[in-house]
């Protein structure tokens, strides 16, 4: 039986495609003034501060990334995280340039996720460098990987590519690794940690 034909955008082979304005041959800080931001209504104040809350809006799980470093574990707290592709198996997530854990990940490198439950916002806080007085994480090992203890479900993926994302950058990973507990999960909205209700 004969496929049905790619669409279009699939007919660049991988290699070949753009991931950041050097494609272009400009620098990321010479990437082109986006336009400005329209804010609808009921929305004032600070553009950037607006955007943000808005964001907010969408709600999401809360996971803690992590990566080794010598002997040591540096852990992240990150909400910007998502499923990309089955099969192959691919995550994503996005993560601030000015953090330490951007400068830790590179193509090659690996990540753990941990996907928190709902008993765990302390932890979030923590990884989030918030003042906390959580007792010290655990910690698990998997291909060289740390995994946060007591965690909903957890990955480790390998970076297979980095890309622009404006302030933040993208690290597209291939899943090795995935496994998941039952339980309820912590869940972020509008600022705040918030209950599924499930519990
Ligand atoms: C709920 C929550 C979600 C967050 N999500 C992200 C995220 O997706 N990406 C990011 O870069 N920072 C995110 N942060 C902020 C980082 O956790 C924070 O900047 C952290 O201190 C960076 O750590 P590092 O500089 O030690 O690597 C989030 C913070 C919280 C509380």
């Known amino acids: 039986m004969e496929g049905r034909a790619a669409p279009k955008e699939f007919e660049v082979a991988i290699g070949e495609a753009i991931s950041a304005p050097e494609a272009f041959g400009a620098s990321f ?7 400005e931001l329209e804010l609808g209504e009921g ?12 964001l907010g809006m969408f709600a999401t799980g809360v996971t803690v990334l992590t990566t080794r470093v010598g002997e040591q574990v540096h852990g992240m707290t990150a909400n910007a995280f998502m499923s990309v592709s089955l099969d192959p198996a691919l995550v994503l997530v996005s993560i601030d340039r000015r953090t ?14 941990s996907v928190l439950c709902e008993t765990q916002s302390e932890l979030s806080d923590r990884f989030a460098g918030r003042a906390v007085n959580s007792a010290e994480p655990r ?3 998997v291909r060289d990987t740390p995994l946060v203890d007591g965690a909903l479900a957890h990955f480790v993926a390998r970076v297979e590519r980095s890309y622009w994302g404006g302030d933040h950058s993208l690290f597209l990973g291939r899943v090795e690794y995935a496994r998941q507990h039952s339980g309820a999960p912590l869940l972020f909205h509008g600022g705040h940690y918030v209950s599924s209700g499930r519990s």
């Open 29 to 35: 800080d010479a990437a082109p003034a986006a336009d």
């Open 43 to 54: 929305l004032e104040g600070d553009p950037a501060l607006a955007f943000r809350r808005t």
């Open 100 to 113: 330490k854990m951007c400068g830790l990940l590179y193509e090659g490198s690996r990540y753990g996720v």
């Open 139 to 141: 910690f698990d090992v």
